[in-house]
T-cell receptor, first 112, second 113 residues
């Protein structure tokens, strides 16, 4: 158990809908990262938050947004969903200057 | 910016064969380097890490040495097992509290009996 909790584990929704994925980082970790993993694109970095502030953006679509709350949990919002958004979405957290990232088990999103 | 270049797979080996998965990086300063493993149907798990030049990370028979002169962090194992079949990701994290972790594309390893 990495200590990072992601909910839900599975999500099936229709095209055009909006979903929210939730991540609780390890206790004390200030950094939260979101990644998308699909069969054809590999592991794609989406966004990084540190102590509530956005620090880096990767290949995140405008239809997607995220935030980190004062209690450090994070949410990834995906809207106007398309079939191609079907993927595994991972959250990871880390602490300190040399700390590795600890990953959650992921949320498998299926858009039908 | 920081980047990680990792050999593309898939890599198919027979059990007890020697494994090398190459990884090179581009980064300013002195990043920390990691290898992660993803078993089928699971999330990524840290396999090993090294935080400064010449450090050797090791775990479960896997090793990787932080080579600053060649900017490399190649993963090796002397004798692979079927249970090592997974996807392996090389990654780096720059110095500083809010540096993001940058991953390579991942190398799929398949070990056959």
């Amino acid at each position: 158990d990495s200590g990072v909790t992601q909910t839900p584990k599975h999500l099936i929704t229709a095209t055009g809908q909006r979903v929210t994925l939730r991540c609780s980082p390890r206790s004390g970790d200030l950094s939260v990262y979101w990644y998308q993993q699909s069969l054809d694109q590999g592991l794609q970095f989406l966004i990084h938050y540190y102590n509530g502030e956005e620090r880096a953006k990767g290949n995140i679509l405008e239809r997607f947004s995220a935030q980190q709350f004062p209690d450090l949990h994070s949410e990834l919002n995906l809207s106007s969903l398309e079939l191609g958004d079907s993927a595994l979405y991972f959250c990871a957290s880390s602490a300190g200057q040399v700390g590795e990232a600890f990953f959650g088990q992921g949320t498998r999103l299926t858009v039908v | 910016g920081n980047s990680v270049t990792q050999m593309e797979g898939p890599v198919t080996l027979s059990e007890e064969a020697f494994l090398t998965i190459n990884c090179t990086y581009t980064a300013t300063g002195y990043p920390s380097l990691f290898w992660y493993v993803q078993y089928p149907g699971e999330g990524l798990q840290l396999l090993l890490k090294a935080t400064k030049a010449d450090d050797k990370g090791s775990n479960k028979g896997f090793e990787a040495t932080y080579r600053k002169e060649t900017t490399s962090f190649h993963l090796e194992k002397g004798s692979v097992q079927v249970s090592d079949s997974a996807v392996y990701f090389c990654a780096l994290k720059g110095n500083g509290g809010y540096q993001k972790v940058t991953f390579g594309i991942g190398t799929k390893l398949q070990v056959i009996p």
